[in-house]
């Protein structure tokens, strides 16, 4: 099956820190154990197959550049066949595990519903005999629900009743196409969900619609026995002006809004989580509060581009807090990392795939240890415990148990007098955890 385009390239090895050999790991050992599990397991590494196989590097100003010598740039089968093969090759030499795709990803729109449905099954039991034959698996799916001119207007928040029939079908396609190949999850990323005008849009409407939209998916997935996660991907802009699902907050609000909640988690994604003004940390935080953080696409912007960069997680710093959260949350169930990226317009050699997934899988390699060494040196978490340790006394905890109201609060306040306060040492927090890194 293999095509060996990338005979250059071995199996990427690990060298360890002295090395300097790019096309080596210098942190990322897959079978070394950290905190108690192999970083493999950890980190649950997945490529994106959109990235990956199907960007061809365009901007707004100018064309695509990547070299790509096995695609013949035709929608046959035949070359969508040929891609999955050199996906799967690529994912054999760098190491990852898992992968994620759109169903227009790895098969063609053809002329007629039908011949599209056949291509996706044709290409679908091809990737099953690659996952077979490799051991890797999907770490989820999903339809592509906003390249299509039919999707101009929103998929399931379109105005048109029909389009809305036209993306319940692609997504019954793509939850079953999801569920055969063993997918650990499902992702809705809502990139047309949303508005441009308030003038011509019934908000409201329209995100009763997204609602229902996905009570049948949850149905459908129900009635296959897909027992995987299903995921919303927030983002609050881009393509749309305004997204529905703009953030961790926003969509937990939503899935609340309309008895979704148990059926659904987040994949939290770093530049989109950037793009609505927060951290990622943030994102994650809320979205494990709230106990629904299942999934990450990492990535991450540029600072000076306010749009959606999708760079590689090359940020040591940011990708340690993603790490932090990721291990107090116990570690990833049917989520993992997965690399939402594309490399620069100017990277257009097959190997710079490798260098880019390379760089990717050290920086959450170093990540993951970095994080570690924080949570056993413990300092941290002291201190936010002691932080708050006023509320462990009897008064707080009469307060937080609800025992108490505003007037015998004030009697309290009136009889201690002035509170006093201590510094929140954030210059000192920050040194100590620069130190882990
Ligand atoms: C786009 C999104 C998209 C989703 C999958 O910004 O990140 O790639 O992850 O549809
Ligand atoms: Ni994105
Ligand atoms: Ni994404």
Redesign the pocket.
Known sequence: MSNDVFQDVPVIPFEGPDSRNPLAFKHYEADAVVAGKPMREHLRFAAAY?HTMRNPLGDPFGVGTAKMPWDDGSDSIDNALRRADVFFEFLGKIGIDYYCF?DRDVAPELSTQGATSDALDRVVNHLQEHQVASGRRLLWG?ACLFAHPRYVHGAATSCSVDVFACAAAQVRHALDCTHRLGGAGY?F?G?REGYTSLLNTDMQREREHLARFLHMAVEHKQSIGFDGALYI?P?PMEPATHQYDSDAAACLNFLREFDLLEHFMLNI?TN?ATLAGHGMEHELKVAANADRLGSI?ANMGHPQLGW?TDQFPMDLADATRVMLVVLEMGGFTTGGLNF?AKRRRESFDPVDLFHAHIGGMDTFARALKSADVVLRDGRLSSFLKQRYSEWDSDLGQRIEAGEIGLVELEAIANQRGEPVLRSGRQEMLEGIFNDAL
Request: hydrophobic letters at 25%; proline letters at 0%.
């Open positions: 959109w759109h999903t992702v990323w990139g991907e983002k994604e989109h696409d959606d939402d």
